[in-house]
């Protein structure tokens, strides 16, 4: 089979994390839903039926972490657009009704996409899309103020592979998961993240997902990953 493969980069991203309210945490790189929406947008699909393109059970996904992980934290002013203004600085004596929250951010991030697609009308659309860097709608890493860019890597044939010891350069799943040859240079990491949601927005499955925070490969048997051409081995989500 044929997959895209193309990076994404910006200045910073923050992909929250669904148990914090507060004091707002990111993962450190987009969970596969976000990955649809960014699908989404290059492609152009509305908003309302992007999953029908690009959700779980449409179409491959696999995540590469390029630039290592690096998290630092910023205070956003948020204003409250709900209640009248007018009113609330009167309340407040004339202060700015805002408040300032404290938000973790992923800093200089870059991530590399390896996307395949079983319905060749959809698969070529993105190909020639990808190919001229186009874009029908701007995307972002998380939040609409942190614009993000894309360069397209190529197109590669891959081969799936099964139940053996293989240099994974793409995080991957828990449930994908047999065994693992420990580096103690290699700092491995995972989070719980949402896989899959259904149209009203609630998520359907969650899964463990395993990295290296710098984006080094790791040495894993899994029960199933793909080669591609270029010699680089990738699991999809």
């Known amino acids: 089979m ?4 193309f990076d994404i980069f910006g200045d910073f991203a923050h992909f929250r994390k669904y148990f914090t309210t507060t004091s707002p945490l990111t993962f450190a790189f987009p969970p596969p839903i976000t990955v649809a929406g960014i699908l989404g947008a290059i492609y ?7 999953l029908d393109y690009f959700g779980y059970d449409k179409c491959k996904v696999a995540l590469q972490i390029i630039n290592p992980i690096q998290k630092v934290r910023m205070g956003l002013n948020l204003i409250n657009t709900k209640d009248n203004k007018q009113l609330l600085l009167i309340k407040k004596k004339n202060h700015e009704p805002r408040t300032q929250i404290r938000t973790e951010f992923v800093r200089n991030p870059k991530y590399r996409i390896y996307f395949y697609h079983p319905e060749e009308t959809i698969y070529d659309k993105m190909k020639s899309i990808l190919q001229n860097h186009k874009a029908f709608y701007t995307f972002s890493l998380g939040l609409s103020e942190l614009l993000a860019d894309y360069q397209f890597i190529g197109e590669f044939d891959a081969i799936e592979k099964q139940d053996q010891f293989e240099n994974i350069s793409s995080v991957f799943t828990q449930n994908n998961f047999l065994e693992i040859k420990i580096d103690i240079n ?10 899959k949601i259904n149209y009203e927005r609630v998520v359907d499955i969650y899964d463990e997902v395993i990295y290296e925070a710098e984006g080094k490969p790791l040495e894993v048997k899994l029960k199933r990953f793909f080669k591609l051409s270029n010699g680089v081995s990738i699991a999809f989500f």
Do not use: R, T
């Open 2 to 5: 044929k997959v895209l493969v």
């Open 44 to 50: 152009g699909a509305d908003k309302k039926d992007y």
């Open 186 to 195: 290699k700092k491995i990491l995972k989070d719980k993240m949402p896989l």
